[in-house]
């Protein structure tokens, strides 16, 4: 017999009768405050009735009964419009998912307008000036909530050394680097100047404690504490079957299993921080998205700022020279039958499907350029932030979902193991009005791509010629891009030789770095490097200072300039010494740091010039 208490909390369930598929929470309502009694009545009107099922009677677990409705209550606030709009919407994505429903039925694709940049011309140089002149009304989000178990490394991704030369991590270059465009942006101000950029790190349940750990045990790396915002994602219910049954943990029956639902998230959760608003009120203009291992990122952030200050871009995507059929995905303009238009990334395995079933006989193909017209995009974008908030005001930040269950056999009844929802920051232009002003803006890979993403098991079976994306390339192809700036703006600096690490065959380029500061956009590195300066492929050249002129110098080994910013100096003459030597390491060498083995080298610092200022 119900007591009174239990009476009245069945009463506030307002469900009808009383089947035996809720009975085990019956039982257990005179435990509930009233806005549990709220959320057992959501998941109930949702058919989640069998996340009770295995309830005992009041007196035991009752902890872990409350315990769950914490969870509950913290997966129904973090996820725009609730859970009952999660399962709801999972419902739909799982029966369209079921009946191998085209996401893109009814669209045709055509090339979208974008502008193409030539690294080291005037049309670039310009565009680096007016994108600099910008900046200090940006702001920067950075989302790295992922660890970097895919890389065979089990710390955080931003930890990871971008380079080992400096050993400088990818965190530290890129606040750096924000750093050197808030002061290079300032200096173009009349008058005084104190803008600080601010700076927002996306984290999750995985990443944030260790992310707070690198800025706070590191002074977060020059920046000033206050501009730096950390805003942690939450993980979404997991989906046990196609009627979106949300799943338990197999360990533990008072909890629903959850995943991360991707870097989408980044947009509601600045539309809740209330950032938006603030930013826009001290004068920000554009809000930068980016990835959290792409090292050569910020060769590309000057120029494609300025395209979007000097086309009026709402959104601008970054994209590089993609080869057709590349497994990379491709922007690409969409127009339904019923006049709707998106530009949007398009995934490389759905594009050449896509395209031969809307009169392109052949396909994703190249064409007279020799790359494919549908650009590569690169994941970094850039929105104008007045139109970014109308959007995010209709919307809450909730971005176009899709799910990708794994189902145990054809019919497609049964999944091998849970699934959730999933979103990419990437696909917020899929619910923009066709009047916005959506480009992109390509540049050269060798100068803004070299993503760390993939093991050396992996990298290793990569067919040749096709990207590493792995530690191995993502280091060498920073030497490579500063060795081919260097040489652009005139000095002569050796070609490389070729050699095989973790199983990847890879150009090996003199060893060059410098710090944002002294070299932010190409006209900076023009004026600092004068006369006929050469560099040896066995070299290294460590830049670590702001003013100094490189002015005839011949470099045969390892060089290292640290100087305060205001010291100003020639380096110059000839220097020769045994340097560093490259040795090989084996990534299955236990005796190495992970950080070493994931990459197959290491240097062996023989000889070296180091001169400070």
């Not at 565009?127 to 910008?134: D, H, N, S, Y």
């Not at 993503?451 to 030497?479: Q, R």
């Not at 110059?572 to 080298?601: A, L, P, Y």
Request: with cysteine; proline share 5%; hydrophobic share 35%.
């Amino acid at each position: 017999m119900a007591s009174d208490g239990d009476a009245a909390a069945v009463a506030a369930l307002g469900i009808s009768g009383g089947g035996n598929d809720w009975a085990p929470l019956r039982r257990n309502l005179p435990l509930l405050a009233p806005e549990e009694v709220e959320l057992a009545k959501l998941l109930l009107s949702e058919g989640q009735s069998h996340l009770f099922e295995h309830w005992p009677e009041p007196g035991v677990d009752d902890e872990k009964k409350r315990n769950f409705f914490d969870q509950v209550r913290r997966l129904n606030s973090s996820y725009p419009g609730g859970l009952a709009s999660y399962i709801q919407n999972a419902r739909k994505l799982l029966a369209d998912s079921k009946a191998g429903k085209n996401p893109y039925d009814g669209f045709s694709p055509s090339v979208p307008s974008g502008e193409v940049l030539t690294f080291g011309d005037d049309n670039f140089v310009s565009l680096e000036e007016a994108g600099v002149k910008e900046a200090r009304h940006a702001a920067f989000v950075l989302v790295a909530g992922g660890l970097g178990e895919r890389l065979g490394y089990k710390g955080i991704k931003v930890a990871l050394p971008r380079e080992t030369t400096t050993g400088k991590c990818f965190l530290q270059h890129y606040i750096e680097s924000i750093l050197a465009l808030q002061e290079a942006s300032c200096k173009l101000v009349e008058g005084e100047c104190s803008t600080k950029i601010p700076f927002v790190i996306m984290t999750s349940d995985d990443t944030n404690a260790l992310t707070v750990k690198l800025l706070e045990s590191n002074s977060y790396f020059g920046m000033e504490p206050s501009q730096v915002h950390i805003l942690k994602q939450e993980k979404v219910a997991c989906l046990a079957d196609n009627d979106a049954r949300l799943a338990l943990d197999p360990n533990d029956k008072y909890k629903i299993q959850t995943k991360p639902h991707g870097h989408g998230d980044v947009h509601a959760l600045l539309y809740s921080s209330g950032l938006l608003e603030q930013w826009k009120s001290t004068g920000r203009k554009w809000v930068l998205f980016f990835q959290d291992t792409n090292g050569l990122l910020f060769n590309a952030i000057p120029s494609a700022l300025g395209v979007s200050a000097t086309k009026g871009y709402n959104v601008n995507s970054l994209a590089v020279p993609r080869k057709a059929k590349e497994a990379i995905g491709g922007i690409t303009k969409l127009t339904h039958v019923d006049g709707r238009t998106m530009v949007i990334n398009v995934e490389y395995n759905q594009l050449d499907p896509l395209l031969r079933a809307t009169g392109h006989p052949d396909g994703d193909a190249n064409c007279e350029t020799g790359y494919s017209p549908y650009p590569g995009n690169i994941n970094q974008l850039i929105l104008e932030i007045g139109p970014y908030m109308e959007e995010l005001k209709k919307t809450h930040g909730a971005i176009s979902e899709f799910v990708n269950p794994k189902y145990t056999d054809s019919t497609k009844t049964a999944f091998k193991s849970s699934t959730r929802l999933e979103c990419m920051m990437q696909d917020y232009p899929k619910t923009l009005p066709p009047s916005a002003k959506v480009g992109f803006t390509v540049m050269d890979t060798w100068l803004a791509y070299a993503p760390v993403k993939n093991n050396p098991e992996d990298a290793a079976k990569v067919p040749k010629g096709n990207p590493y994306h792995s530690a191995t390339s993502g280091e060498m192809a920073i030497y490579r891009a500063n060795s081919l700036i260097l040489r652009k703006a005139g000095a002569q600096i050796a070609d490389p030789v070729v050699d095989t690490f973790n199983g990847q065959e890879v150009e090996v380029w003199p060893r060059i770095t410098w710090s944002p500061r002294w070299g932010l956009v190409f006209k900076d590195v023009k004026a600092k490097v004068h006369g006929n300066s050469s560099v040896s492929q066995r070299s290294a050249l460590v830049i670590n200072a702001k003013n100094i002129t490189i002015e005839g110098l011949t470099l045969d080994g390892t060089l290292i300039v640290n100087a305060k910013d205001e010291a100003k100096f020639n380096v110059t003459g000839h220097v020769e010494n045994k340097g560093w030597t490259i040795q090989h390491v084996d990534h299955k060498d236990t005796s190495e740091k992970e950080e070493i083995r994931i990459r197959g080298f290491k240097f062996n610092k023989v000889e070296q010039l180091e001169l400070n200022y």
